[in-house]
T-cell receptor, first 107, second 112 residues
Framework: DAKTTQPPSMDCAEGRAANLPCNHSTISGNEYVYWYRQIHSQGPQYIIHGLKNNETNEMASLIITEDRKSSTLILPHATLRDTAVYYC????????FGTGTRLQVFP | DAGITQSPRHKVTETGTPVTLRCHQTENHRYMYWYRQDPGHGLRLIHYSYGVKDTDKGEVSDGYSVSRSKTEDFLLTLESATSSQTSVYFCAVAGGGSYEQYFGPGTRLTVT
């Protein structure tokens, strides 16, 4: 069973920040938060991961709350190409994909 | 794309026939994985490998076997295909120490 809860869908205007929430209230101390996305019919793509601290890379930022029970993936300037299903995964072992959030970026 | 190829990319086969899907990588990653994806489901792990000849089962391994005789190749075999194995199959690779996996383009398998 997936250990995370994500909204099934979200919309975002092109050029605006997309903030994708994820609840993981049962996260254990040694579990990381990973984010992947899957653009239509392609293989999933790794985005970012973190343990406790906020993380940023060229694709996105990951904000993890102090109690680690939730996190937010931020795409700072969404483009049409960011339209995808985004998966939040909590794990210390294997990746277990839930159904994710379908992000639609509109012009 | 982390140098991952999958073959074939598309296959139609009949119930009861054996099928082998191949995943090939060029970057010497230690870990390799096979997932399946069905409508309405996220990806589900079938089998994985943590080295040559070292494999283990995932959450949906029944009806599937794997082999890894070389670092670069990970084979998934359906000994006797069934219609319930119609799916898109993804291979992934990873180095040690993280679950930063890189996925192949997928194989669409249809069992009639």
């Amino acid at each position: 069973d997936a250990k995370t809860t994500q909204p099934p869908s979200m919309d975002c205007a092109e050029g605006r920040a997309a903030n994708l929430p994820c609840n993981h209230s049962t996260i254990s101390g040694n579990e990381y938060v990973y984010w992947y996305r899957q653009i239509h019919s392609q293989g999933p793509q790794y985005i970012i991961h973190g343990l406790k601290n906020n993380e940023t890379n060229e694709m996105a930022s990951l904000i993890i709350t102090e109690d680690r029970k939730s996190s937010t993936l931020i795409l700072p300037h969404a483009t049409l190409r960011d339209t995808a299903v985004y998966y939040c995964i909590v794990t210390y072992d294997k990746l277990i994909f839930g159904t994710g959030t379908r992000l639609q970026v509109f012009p | 794309d982390a140098g991952i190829t999958q073959s074939p990319r598309h296959k139609v086969t009949e119930t009861g026939t054996p099928v082998t899907l191949r995943c090939h990588q060029t970057e010497n990653h230690r870990y390799m994985y096979w997932y399946r994806q069905d409508p309405g489901h996220g990806l589900r792990l079938i089998h994985y490998s943590y080295g040559v000849k070292d494999t283990d089962k995932g959450e949906v391994s029944d009806g599937y076997s794997v082999s890894r005789s070389k670092t670069e190749d990970f084979l998934l075999t359906l000994e006797s295909a069934t219609s319930s194995q119609t799916s898109v199959y993804f291979c992934a690779v990873a180095g040690g120490g993280s679950y930063e996996q890189y996925f192949g383009p997928g194989t669409r398998l249809t069992v009639t």
